[in-house]
Structure formats: C-alpha cells, structure tokens
C-alpha cells in the first residue's frame, strides 16, 4: 500500500482519521486555552508549561496499571467511551471557580485516559490495514495531528479572543463529544485482540516482555527521550513570546507535516533504512538557535525546520511493529505513546524549572543540546540489522474451574 487513495478506500479508515482529528484539534484548543488562563493567573513559565502538556506527566502510571485494556476491551466501545470521558474532564476544566486540587485531579485523570487511548487507537490502525500500509497509514493519522494542530491553535487563538479561556475549554470538550459519536457510528464491532481481563499483572506482565530485549529498549528509548526534549522546548513558546505563541505553534505543526508527508508517502524502505536517527538530529539542533533569543521571523523558520524531525518516530515505530506479536500490539503501541508522552512532561516540568532560573530562550537551547547529546549516544544501536525474534506472548490467564 503505497498511495493515499489506496490507504482511505480500506475499510474504516476514515472513522478513525476523523476521530483522531477531532481529538488533536480538541487538546490543542483545550491545552492552549489552560495554558494561557493559567499563565495570565500565575505569571509562571512552569505552570504555564505544566498546564499545557501535564497530562503527559502520568502517562506512565496509566502505561504500567491500565495499559493491558488496549488489548482486552473492543476498540469501538474503547475509542468511544475514551473520547467521552476526555470531554467530561475538559468540560470540568472550564468550571468558574474550580478550587486548584479538583483541577490537578481532572488532569491527572485524562492523562490516565489518555495513557490507554494512545494503545487503543493505533492497535486499531494495526488491525485495519495490511502490515505494508501501516507506515503510510500512521504517517496520516501524524499529518492529520500537524494539520489539527495548525488549525486548532489558529481556532484556539481566535476563541480565546472572541470568547474566553473558559469558552474555549468547553469548545474543546465538545470537539471530543464530536469524537465519541464519530467512533460510536461508523467504527465497525471488533472482538478484543487478546483474552482475558484487563488488570495490572497483565499490564506489568507484557511490559516486560516488551522491554526484556535491549534492541526494544533502545528503539523505546529512541522514541521517548530525543523529541520528548524538543517538546519541552514548545512548551516555552507561550512565556518567550505571549503574544506569538500560537504562531509558533502552528508553524511547529506545519514542519511535522511536512515531515511525515515525505516519509510516509515518498521515502522507500531502502532510504528509510539508511536514515537512521538523523531526523532527530533534525529535530534538535535549530533549537540551539534559541540560545541567542532570536527574532520572530527566525525562530519561525527554525521550528519548521526542527519539526520535519519529528518524522523520525514513524521509522522507529516501524521497527517495533516488526518486533511485535499481533496480540501485543496495542500494548506495544500504547506504552511507546504514553513513555513518549510521559517525557514530554518530564521534559516541560524540566524547560521550566531552567526557565524560571535563566531565560525561556536560555532553556529550550539547553534542551536541545540534551536531545542532540542522547540520540547520537543512541545510535550506534539503531542502525540496521537483522530482525530480533519477536517478543514471545505473555501467557493467558488461567480461568477457574467450574
């Protein structure tokens, strides 16, 4: 499967494209909108960093309790029961007067929902498409990210001057509602991939597995660490320039986009191969431009360029697929996501931890050069080699006797 026209006539694709389209345009409105309200309340680069992306910080709880249900709960009752629960908590979000620990709360419950979405998800598109079409088929739903990215800070910026942080909040819960309907009525009934319950020794029992390998360890790590960092770098954009945030966000989007395009559609296996981790570099070094608190037009140009990089993962993710019995997958998937996530909170906690001490500018180059530092340290172990055996499947639970 080599053409976007092959790619949307498999049947269900297109549910789910516009399901995770009108989830991506739902966090970036919602993120955008509590970043601001917060920053404007607090005056705080780390609250406002947290605000955005701290969902992403207990992605690993939910990656080493929860994960098994990407597996083990039909995918159409899962995506859609996800989405709504995402809307009910953005929706709370937007609650006049919300006291700060129900706040912290409501957070840390969608990220819990969305440590199990990411599995969900991309477990289905395994199963949805023939295994030669699911690089292309997730360098979509990626560009559909870059695009609802664009046009959700673009509609982000425009609610929050039109109507409020807190409109905007509930303009993002109902793009989520718009998701969970979506899933509900065209996504086809599917049984579970594997048997047996969701629970927590299934969830620590396969992830094991999946990291026993060091080969799967360091293409995990790959995938975690290097972008994570850049995120931490995106999640300055809003304290270095207020007035311009979501202009370089929206910019940022674009350059994903047009990385994911050239790899997903253009790029052979052949020159894929040969590529390796240099798209991280990519990703990294513009960000040392920062360092020197470059002018808007600059710094524009820059994040295009850095986040071609972000393309990258779909080389990885690729890999790990090949590394993966079919059964595991959504959990395979999903852990990748959430550890992904997971630093890129760790990595906003951290750009404004050194913000607060130097400079928004100062920290993203400090970052960058950690991202640049890890990937090289990396990619000795990355090149191409022949395929590890694939993780063995964990057992299935025992059922009682009758």
Do not use: K
Request: charged share 10%; with cysteine; net charge positive.
């Amino acid at each position: 499967m080599r053409t976007y026209g092959e790619l949307f006539r498999s049947p269900e694709f297109t549910p789910l494209f516009a399901t995770s389209a009108f989830q991506v345009a739902a966090t970036t409105v919602s993120g955008l909108a509590l970043s601001t309200l917060v920053y404007a309340a607090t005056g705080s680069p780390l609250l406002a960093a947290l605000s955005m992306f701290g969902q992403s910080l207990v992605q690993m709880i939910g990656a080493v309790t929860l994960l098994s249900a990407a597996d083990r709960i039909p995918p159409r009752a899962a995506t859609a029961g996800l989405a709504l629960a995402s809307a009910a908590g953005t929706a709370a979000l937007a609650v006049p007067g919300l006291p700060g620990w129900a706040g912290v709360a409501v957070v840390v419950a969608l990220g819990l929902v969305a440590s199990v979405g990411g599995g969900v998800r991309y477990g289905l598109l395994s199963e949805i498409l023939p295994a030669d079409g699911y690089l292309i088929g997730r360098s979509v739903l990626n560009m559909t990210t870059g695009t609802m990215q664009i046009c959700g800070f673009a509609a982000g910026a425009g609610l929050l001057a039109v109507l409020s942080p807190r409109g905007t909040l509930l303009a993002g819960a109902a793009l989520h509602l718009t998701a969970a309907l979506v899933a509900r009525l065209r996504l086809a009934r599917r049984p579970p991939r594997a048997a047996g319950r969701p629970s927590v020794a299934q969830t620590w029992r396969a992830n094991g597995l999946l990291l026993s390998s060091p080969s799967r360890r360091r293409v995990y790590l790959a995938m975690w660490v290097p972008n994570g960092l850049i995120v931490g770098c995106e999640s300055l954009f809003v304290p270095y320039t207020p007035r311009n945030a979501g202009l370089l966000l929206a910019f940022a989007a674009l350059g994903m986009l047009a990385g994911d395009t050239v790899m997903g559609r253009f790029a052979t296996p052949s020159w894929r191969s040969r590529l390796g981790p240099r798209p991280y570099l990519l990703l990294a070094v513009p960000y040392l431009l920062f360092a020197l608190d470059p002018g808007l037009p600059l710094a524009l140009a820059a994040v295009t360029i850095a986040s071609a990089g972000f393309s990258g993962t779909l080389l990885l993710q690729e890999r790990l697929l090949s590394l993966t019995p079919e059964t595991m997958r959504g959990q395979a998937l999903g852990l990748q996501s959430s550890g992904m996530l997971t630093m890129q909170g760790v990595s906003a906690a951290l750009a404004g931890t050194i913000a607060q001490h130097t400079s928004p500018g100062t920290a993203m180059a400090v970052l960058a050069a950690v991202s640049v530092a890890v990937t090289l340290s990396l990619a000795p172990g990355l090149r191409p080699v022949r395929a590890a055996p694939p993780v063995p499947e964990p057992p299935a639970p025992q059922q009682a006797s009758r």
